[in-house]
């Protein structure tokens, strides 16, 4: 009988691919020092995930009163509610800047100025034996040099590898995990560990890391400790050394308290803050449980903001939204997260970035993910400097709005 109530596995998949290629389809067819816990503090120890594909679903009520979509309809019923919305339905709404970096992605989701003008003959070159290369146009390429402000294009090789990679793994069904080692870490070196981010940027795994401590979590509506969750990727901020003092003097200010600059005592977190999130999924599996995870995960990390700005007066109101990736095999999407009134938690969705199933898709995801990072150094890094250290920053560091081949652009996502 309990199977007869809810849809089969298989038919979910089938549901949730329709509509995702629905969204698809509209978007082509709109062409250091480290800080230790406290020794008072001991860490319980962390579970590791696993990447294998998920476990089958048990038959009875209690299992399926957690599906991942009734979770989320809980979690909006929390004191502290987590809520899900859509760009489009809440334009008027979003945060300050967001509708600027939104812009930004649906610009490079549909291919515009992806590529340096600098790998036009290279590329030219190769689409004469090589199909792959061969449906990139002219307006793939940026004419006006700003491309490279934010970080190299690569190479057409080193694209077409991980193209090969992510075929692999697609074809011979590899887990998660296999994922997230061979292609999407491909891909984030590929956008980052470079000299415009050398020291100031960086990505790491963080599959272990575990909300901490766990009061970060919001109750549910009896009252009662959420659930737990954790993500699998996430883009940091390298502090300098005027930042690691700064942390040194927030431990000593908080002796009862763990140090760290995040919702977690996962030692690399303990002073990276970290200004992206990513969730990953194999193709075609849990889009609903990749947003609950970032749900929980991201309205802990904005309790923790407002613990570490209060020491300081800073308005909770002006804390900044926090750009989130979702990535599903091949497909790679950009969400945010921002925080409401009373405590509220906002998860915006969805939109398409690229896939690495094309060449001209891990352009796109590659340029993206330069300008995420850059937006964590710009904007971020200087918002949390002042308000979540108390640091005094010079004039020529302060926040400010980045959005790089964001002009003319803005029109078009509400079309």
């Not at 389809?25 to 696993?50: F, G, Y």
Request: proline share 7%; hydrophobic share 40%; net charge negative.
């Amino acid at each position: 009988m309990a199977a007869a109530r809810s849809a089969s596995p298989t038919k979910r998949r089938r549901q949730m691919d329709s509509a995702d290629k629905d969204d698809y389809v509209d978007l082509e067819m709109t062409s250091h020092d480290s800080l230790q816990p406290s020794k008072a503090v001991v860490s319980p120890p962390m579970s590791i995930r696993s990447g294998s594909p998920s476990k089958p679903i048990k038959s009875g009520a209690s299992e399926r009163s957690k599906s991942p979509t009734k979770r989320m309809g809980q979690m909006s019923l929390r004191p502290r509610p987590t809520v899900l919305k859509y760009f489009y339905d809440h334009m008027m709404a979003l945060p300050e800047g967001l509708p600027e970096m939104l812009s930004t992605v649906v610009r490079y989701g549909r291919g515009y100025g992806v590529i340096a003008e600098s790998r036009k003959a290279s590329i030219s070159s190769l689409s004469v034996d090589d199909p792959s290369f061969k449906g990139i146009g002219e307006s793939a390429f940026d004419h006006e040099e700003m491309r490279d402000s934010l970080g190299p294009s690569p190479t057409p090789d080193a694209v077409a590898k991980i193209v090969k990679l992510a075929s692999k793994a697609e074809m011979d069904g590899h887990s998660e995990a296999h994922w997230n080692c061979r292609v999407h870490n491909a891909v984030l070196d590929l956008a980052i560990h470079n000299e415009h981010y050398q020291d100031r940027v960086d990505w790491m795994n963080c599959t272990t890391a575990e909300i901490q401590p766990k009061s970060l979590i919001s109750l549910d509506h009896t009252g009662k400790p959420g659930e737990a969750k954790t993500i699998d990727l996430a883009i940091c901020i390298e502090p300098d050394t005027v930042a690691i003092e700064a942390m040194r003097a927030m431990a000593a200010r908080h002796p009862d308290m763990t140090a760290s600059v995040n919702h977690s005592w996962h030692t690399p977190l303990l002073t990276r803050p970290i200004g992206i999130n990513i969730e990953t999924k194999r193709t075609g599996d849990g889009w609903d449980t990749a947003v609950v995870q970032l749900g929980i995960w991201v309205a802990a990390q904005f309790v923790k903001l407002e613990q570490l700005i209060h020491d300081f007066d800073a308005d909770p109101n002006q804390i900044p939204f926090l750009p989130i990736v979702v990535v599903q095999g091949h497909e790679w999407y950009f969400l945010a997260a921002s925080r409401g009134d009373f405590g509220q938690t906002n998860i915006w969705s969805k939109r398409f970035i690229g896939s690495t199933s094309d060449t001209l898709g891990v352009y796109q995801i590659v340029v993206t993910i330069q300008y995420l990072a850059r937006w964590a150094d710009t904007v971020y890094r200087p918002w949390f400097y002042t308000n979540a250290l108390g640091m005094q920053l010079p004039q020529t560091e302060a926040p400010a709005a980045a959005s790089p081949g964001a002009s003319g652009a803005a029109a078009s996502i509400t079309q």
